[in-house]
């Protein structure tokens, strides 16, 4: 089945989607990315892309920040995604890439007087962690400092950094401390503790990307659960005396942590806690909780393509 790209204001193959070796963005990191998944939902027959707004809203702000004027707003940008997805007639969970960029082939560090772009492209993909269960590290690798938490390419590096050297020592994943000492995030994801039977996360001044599926995990638990989320300054040790611990993320959606730093967590296994958040975030992803149908948008007119 082919793949396609929106690229140059037009939907073409992805094969053919191509950017000059000089593009400004390739070279120093001049770029906002989101992850967005579809989610397919065998019975109805239908593909939902999960709370797309609010991924072109986060996208629309790092846009601010590095001076990228987006020739669409939030809006159009969902009907682009919808009319790519549904073009690819994917039957099973995908993922999707939208990328703003500085399209100018120029060499030289700095944001003006630059042109911009926006392209999207979509592929099929499952679970990003794929194990049901992720053994972790604390990096040694740090979250950078003072920088804007958004999803800008270049900053990336340090989390390719603590992925790699977890990946190459072992491990699933890697944890990234702040410069102070406090937990953050996962290279791709939040993290979330379960003490006490509540729920305790980093706060948004801890370093971390404000996370969708951490929005979606804190609602989800108050309502569903009647459980609390605390957003405060989590200490390192905290990490290995918790009951429960997961990583949650677009492409991870919630994974549980079975050990860290070679410490079982709990039992080892799956927690209750986290296994009743897993169960109700897969029904909501895939448009089976009408409660929650507003934060999915079908992709297919009819269902049954
Ligand atoms: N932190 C980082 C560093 C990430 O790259 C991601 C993935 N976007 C997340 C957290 C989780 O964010 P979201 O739930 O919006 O995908």
Redesign the pocket.
Known sequence: MPLYAFFHGKLVLLSEAKIGVMTHSLHYGTAVFE?IRGNWNSEQRQLYLFRLKE?YH?MHEGCQVLKIDLPYNIDELCQITVELVEKCGFQEDSYIRPLAYKSTEAVGVRLHDLECDFLVFAFPWGPYLDMDKAKCCVSSWRCPQEVPRA?LAGL?IN?ALAKTEATENGFDEAIMLTSEGYVA??????IFLVIDGKLITPASYND??M????DTVIKLAENELGIETMERPVYRNELYTADECFL????ANITPVAEIDRRKIGTGEIGEITRKLQEIYSDVIRGNKPKYRDWCTPVYKKSGI
């Open positions: 992850g991924h986060r999803k990336y989390n995030e996962g290279s791709g994801e939040n971390i990307l996370g969708i599926t951490r949650t993320g677009t492409a």
